[in-house]
């Protein structure tokens, strides 16, 4: 469980003392405002902070547009044209803070997402916790043999087992000499900058994480898609449910256009005219690329 | 007055109606929230949303810093101290919406700040009231003899008589001629995206306009500054009360930190070490020009 | 002709002093240095200078991708998997900088886009030319019915004369008042800042506008598309060129999966493949409302 | 030494083979292109390539405020003065690309600045080298026991001795059991992407980094101060050379203006101001905190 008593605590007497406002409310992120909902073994995403609902992507877009926007019958409709043309700027009018604990190497992928605001706890001010990811046996893949950023088969019996068995006793021993060499007991103690340079990647981390709802669609366009790494996606699958319930129309409208849909290219969009138009057309026929009709057939069958 | 009998019945109903939330509340900020606040003659602030307050400012400090953070002893001490340090990330977990009126002349210099999300109200898609700044005589200035950039005297008597009636007549001129050419009584009517290049920079226009606390404030270090375009000031000028009023911690530190304060170079800093140890620094022997010392000067007397 | 003798001179004699670097060089982008390329009636598009090409950004692709890269077989492959994909940083990795001579309403347009950097000519400053934009006959269009903000029918006869008689002589006057305003000659003279609001939106101002290739191509996909305004897309539609004869291939995969390709919606992507399955769909069995079906037709037929 | 031979082969090749370009040419950064300098125990910092120069600030300055401009001399005259004034644009117009290798601690540091374009080494798609950051004996330093986040004295004897071991033989273990887990002799061989999370913090990555000199600017300003931490503060330290090399009147003006100069607070100057009007001022008498007096103290004495 990822968090101490207190912090519960601490959880629990927050959301115990509502308080007016004359702002937009979402009710459906105010039901999860400041719970951590669990990811992976330690992890955990809370929403600290929103700014904004559907009806605020709208009225923003009714700011832009004036009256061009009053023969769209209803909001849903406005949102759905908003998305399917591109118009971001109202999707940005939205503000959503996380908190997130998250494995380093995670992190890192996370962060090259620029257009966020993020205060990381400091390993150079502060001494971080014993807490290390370790892969649940049935997310122990190989390396797979295609794909050099993908994975293959789940590993199994004894190589399972001695993967496992090396993540556990490297984090062990690397976090045990991290404490030893920043004792004070008999000795100077290494400064903190310095010593946190012998933990490894799967240690966690936190931070907080405030992103406009244009970026963060962005982010998990790319990161809840089915070839990120399993350990990002699983955030990003997380922070879809809540998204969903903070502004459910844009989030459908993300889900349909985005999500759910594909992008063809000029190549792409000839061959399925000429298809249509009763064509049989092969790769060598496509003006396609190997890899390119592959992916292409993986759609389109 | 800047509203319509609508607009301000409108903003009566969203203020009548609190709504309970779980989020930090700012109660500076909610006595603002949707009033239209007036600027120059047509134009006006109104505050649409915001997210945090002090405290959240100092909540995600104490993420980044840990138990770093722990030996200062108040909210005032920390908030000061990451001000004084520039540790900006901080203060980027605060964000804020306004609604602007503002002339087009000023929202040219405004957009030039590019990390802030903005929904301008479109001319090509619906048309502009007949609404035009028009400055008051006070701030009638003539062209400044001694810097390209900035304003001399008042102009007087019958020459300011004369400006005032060509901005008025222009302007009205130009609206009226826009009009002619949208109208589609007996005839096609030009494209709205084509017959809003004849409308003078002073037509107003509007927006959404949303950003981080750490942007605003760089923002309005700029645009209060007594350097800044009076027109584009007295917009500053106000957004410094709101802000005041919502983060009364934060906005006392940039007052002593930034606006309040000045930058003093490697050369200026030995002048004043010179002068403090009893030294008398000429401009010959500061190694500074002419020009820098004469603002050296204007400072430090 | 935009340039004065002056200017052209200046141009001639950057252009014909070659010195040498140890940098990438583009050998299409060498020609087009300086060279104003005009656009309307008095704007132009010159590059100033760039950073890359195709080849760096297949090294900074290897750079992040490392021996992961190396089954692709060659430079084209990779730029096109890397555009098919969606891997953007090495783009990011190319930058050029234009000079833009343009009508204020296009730069009010073109400034949306925040990820670039700008040093705009500063009527505050300095005293804007006697330059406007008169749109060609056959450029004066009517406001579409069906499209908000789009254009109809090209105007005719004694309208068309009227608009563009309206259009002058309203320019013309109200730069016949900024210069009576700004005259110091027996009176002090306005400042510049405030009489540059009599300006009309189709006064020329110009630019420094730098850019890297990603967010250049984002630009284009948006600008040089066919619903973008007439007077911004004709250029981006010579940046077209600029970028085809600087980055060749990566402009062809650009072509390919930007600007020739579509968006399908999960829903329209499901269309396909019932109709490829050989079903007959319509809009009330397609489960799109009647907009979105009608643009759906327009790609598919 | 960083380089292998062959990488060391194909500097030399690059910088043997200079080409004609029109544009705008740094000797000094000419002399610096594709070597690599050394920094720390494997890193090192290397020019990729580069646009602009003094000139081409100077340039962009001359565009933003035409005749406004000709008044100040020469360039020099003129960037300083831009620097004075905050005027960041023209300094945009720069642009530089590094390649840096760099410990994975110090990167997490860098990357916090997100106004950049970043190309990182991917360790999901290919394998990392065997090169850890070992600190040399004099910067083995203790945690400070005033400063949270700074050092105190170097480690001696004992001390010293059993944390270099610490440091060197955990991270040889988890190289070892990395490359133990990648195997495919005999077992599957875990996927890339997860078995880097065994990897220390003091493992070397390296990425292309693109930045404006705005930014780098304001980079070196935090990162080349003596806050920073050593480890990223001599990247740098190095850095700063080669933007004197590159653009000597600008790293001149920021020498003077930033990294020389300091940042007074309205309370700082009220007391310089009665300091030099002779009155004995104290820190019960400043209005100042003991925290921020200390400070003060520190840089007037």
């Given at each position: 469980?990822?968090?101490?008593?207190?912090?519960?605590?601490?959880?629990?007497?927050?959301?115990?003392?509502?308080?007016?406002?004359?702002?937009?409310?979402?009710?459906?992120?105010?039901?999860?405002?400041?719970?951590?909902?669990?990811?992976?073994?330690?992890?955990?995403?809370?929403?600290?902070?929103?700014?904004?609902?559907?009806?605020?992507?709208?009225?923003?877009?009714?700011?832009?547009?004036?009256?061009?926007?009053?023969?769209?019958?209803?909001?849903?409709?406005?949102?759905?044209?908003?998305?399917?043309?591109?118009?971001?700027?109202?999707?940005?009018?939205?503000?959503?803070?996380?908190?997130?604990?998250?494995?380093?190497?995670?992190?890192?992928?996370?962060?090259?997402?620029?257009?966020?605001?993020?205060?990381?706890?400091?390993?150079?001010?502060?001494?971080?916790?014993?807490?290390?990811?370790?892969?649940?046996?049935?997310?122990?893949?190989?390396?797979?043999?295609?794909?050099?950023?993908?994975?293959?088969?789940?590993?199994?019996?004894?190589?399972?087992?001695?993967?496992?068995?090396?993540?556990?006793s490297d984090a062990g021993r690397a976090?045990?000499?991290?404490?030893?060499?920043?004792?004070?007991?008999?000795?100077?103690?290494?400064?903190?900058?310095?010593?946190?340079?012998?933990?490894?990647?799967?240690?966690?981390?936190?931070?907080?994480?405030?992103?406009?709802?244009?970026?963060?669609?962005?982010?998990?366009?790319?990161?809840?898609?089915?070839?990120?790494?399993?350990?990002?996606?699983?955030?990003?699958?997380?922070?879809?449910?809540?998204?969903?319930?903070?502004?459910?129309?844009?989030?459908?409208?993300?889900?349909?256009?985005?999500?759910?849909?594909?992008?063809?290219?000029?190549?792409?969009?000839?061959?399925?005219?000429?298809?249509?138009?009763?064509?049989?057309?092969?790769?060598?026929?496509?003006?396609?690329?190997?890899?390119?009709?592959?992916?292409?057939?993986?759609?389109?069958?």
């Open positions: 469980m990822p968090l101490t008593p207190e912090a519960q605590a601490e959880i629990a007497d927050a959301r115990a003392t509502p308080r007016p406002t004359l702002r937009a409310v979402s009710e459906g992120m105010e039901a999860h405002l400041y719970t951590a909902h669990p990811v992976l073994d330690h992890g955990f995403v809370r929403v600290i902070d929103y700014m904004g609902d559907d009806s605020a992507i709208v009225q923003a877009a009714r700011v832009s547009y004036g009256a061009g926007t009053k023969h769209v019958s209803n909001d849903e409709g406005l949102i759905r044209y908003l998305m399917r043309h591109w118009h971001s700027t109202p999707f940005e009018m939205c503000e959503v803070k996380f908190h997130v604990k998250l494995p380093v190497f995670v992190a890192r992928q996370w962060i090259r997402h620029r257009t966020a605001n993020v205060n990381e706890y400091s390993a150079r001010y502060s001494i971080l916790d014993r807490e290390f990811y370790i892969p649940a046996p049935e997310n122990l893949a190989a390396q797979s043999t295609v794909n050099n950023q993908g994975r293959g088969a789940v590993l199994e019996g004894e190589e399972a087992a001695r993967v496992l068995e090396l993540l556990k976090y045990d000499n991290y404490e030893a060499m920043l004792s004070q007991d008999g000795q100077q103690g290494l400064a903190r900058e310095l010593a946190r340079m012998n933990l490894p990647a799967n240690i966690y981390t936190q931070w907080y994480w405030k992103v406009d709802l244009h970026n963060l669609f962005h982010f998990l366009r790319l990161r809840a898609d089915a070839h990120a790494q399993y350990e990002i996606r699983v955030y990003a699958e997380l922070m879809c449910k809540l998204v969903a319930d903070w502004v459910p129309l844009a989030y459908a409208a993300f889900a349909d256009y985005r999500m759910g849909g594909v992008n063809l290219s000029a190549k792409g969009l000839e061959v399925i005219r000429r298809r249509l138009a009763g064509e049989d057309v092969t790769q060598e026929t496509s003006g396609m690329s190997k890899g390119e009709w592959r992916e292409f057939e993986g759609v389109f069958g």
